[in-house]
Structure formats: C-alpha cells, structure tokens
C-alpha cells in the first residue's frame, strides 16, 4: 500500500510501499518498537518507539500533531480504514512535508 517515509538523517520525505505488516514496519523504519501517532481521522504515522533511546537516532523531526510533537529517526506515513486496519495514504508527500521541521542539530541525550 501506499505509505510515506520521513527520514530525519536524509531529511526527506518520500513515497513508498508498505505491506501492512510488523516485520515490514521494523524494516522501513530500522527498528524493533513501533508506536502510532495520529495525525488527522484517515492518517497516521508510525515511528520507533525507542527513537530517544538509540545513539544511531540522534536527527530527529517536529511534526504538526495536536500536541506537537518532537520524534527521532524515522517515520511511516500511513491511512487507515474504518475498521482501523491500514490503507494508502490519502496524504500527499507535499501536505507531509509541509507539516514536518527537520531538526538542524543532532538530539543530545539530555533532549529525551
């Protein structure tokens, strides 16, 4: 399915494909946590869970969430449906760089 990947160490974000599982999920996103961030009624975003905790993951990103979060590493861009299963994306790679801000420094420990 269609998914969008932010990538806070290249600082893009960009189109890709998504087999809707957890194994795909920890691959995407190089990691063995996932956690779920909502971002409006049809789309979400996974992202390490663990993000804070890894050396590797320093780079992160703020994306416009209603408590405006800061999240490190990776993100996968997601829809939904009704019965909470996931779908395409109905976002477009433009509306998801426009609600996300790279970081300019590394995260220090201390950041968490």
Do not use: W
Not at 41 to 64: A, C, T
Not at 69 to 75: A, W
């Amino acid at each position: 399915m269609k998914a969008i990947l932010i990538d806070s160490v290249s600082k893009t974000a960009a189109e890709t494909e998504y087999d809707g599982t957890l194994d795909d999920l920890y691959r995407l996103l190089e990691c063995a946590c996932v956690d779920y961030v909502c971002l409006n009624d049809d789309n979400g975003m996974f992202v390490d869970d663990e993000g804070l905790l890894n050396e590797h993951h320093r780079r992160g990103f703020v994306i416009e969430t209603e408590d405006g979060r800061s999240l490190v590493s990776k993100g996968l861009v997601s829809g939904s449906d009704r019965d909470g299963n996931a779908a395409d994306t109905t976002m477009t790679v433009d509306q998801v760089a426009a609600i996300v801000t790279f970081l300019d420094r590394p995260r220090a420990a201390s950041d968490a």
